[in-house]
């Protein structure tokens, strides 16, 4: 479990020699969470990269004939050479993105920490402040939680995302067994085209989780390293 506390006083009665405080930290992100993170950070990068190969075998979404390509996307910025191998790393890296989010979901609910990340109707009116403060350089809300409004909102967004790219990935990759998953999704076609924008929606929220990151600077990145945050902005207790 997350949260727990600790703060290392230098000698002195407390203080250092430059009258400053001691360390506060907090347990942040358990092993599971980090684990997850950056299994999840991997397979993404091989999903992509060898969903474009696959993409790039048939560029378009609409008749194969007369075909009408939407983009050429560089060979270069893809993975698996040819149709054939893209499949490989694909179905591969599928079955550990698979198996490393029912493991995180799995995680998430039965040890509480969910309560963490969840975006809840209470965090509805926070949303906006942080807007203003991370795109308009307005001010800073005050922190009292470990995620505020906005990174709740994105984290809860990206895991139903990753949901449906589950989904409209079984519904291509199987469209007979699951016909009716398909069928859903108005076909094929349109589960094919989902499951492009559903990546694309996804690399948008990396974008914005990175940016993040730096923002929040060097202690909030070694947090999903060690699970310790050093002097974090919010009271943990």
């Known amino acids: 479990m997350s949260g727990a506390v600790v703060e290392i006083e230098p000698a002195n009665n407390g203080k250092s020699e430059d009258g400053g405080k001691g360390i506060r930290a ?5 092993l599971p969470v980090r684990l997850c993170h950056w299994v ?23 008749a194969k004939i007369p075909q009408k390509d939407l983009l050429h996307w560089p060979k270069s910025l893809a993975i698996g050479g040819w149709l054939g191998g893209a499949l490989q790393w694909h179905l591969t890296f599928m079955w550990i993105y698979l198996a490393t989010g029912l493991f995180y979901l799995g995680y998430q609910i039965f040890s509480g920490n969910y309560r963490q990340v969840l975006f809840l109707p ?7 402040p ?9 001010a800073k809300p005050a922190v009292r939680e470990a995620y505020n409004p906005l990174q ?3 984290y809860t967004t990206v895991v139903g995302l990753g949901i449906l790219s589950v989904f409209t990935g079984l519904a291509i990759w199987k469209p007979v067994q699951f016909s009716w998953l398909a069928w859903l999704m108005g076909g094929f076609h349109w ?9 694309w929606a996804i690399l948008f929220f990396v974008f914005g989780h990175l940016v993040m990151v730096v923002l929040h600077g060097w202690n909030n990145f070694v947090s999903m390293l060690t699970g310790w945050k050093k002097d974090p902005e919010y009271d943990p207790r």
């Open 40 to 62: 999840n950070s991997i397979s993404l990068f091989v999903l992509v990269g060898s969903g474009l190969q696959i993409f790039r075998a048939f560029p378009s979404f609409g």
């Open 122 to 128: 209470r965090d509805i009116p926070g949303v906006w």
């Open 130 to 138: 942080m807007v203003k403060h991370y795109f308009f350089f307005g």
């Open 191 to 199: 589960a094919r085209l989902w499951h492009f924008l559903i990546m």
């Open 26 to 30: 907090v347990y942040e992100h358990p």
């Open 152 to 154: 709740k909102h994105a």
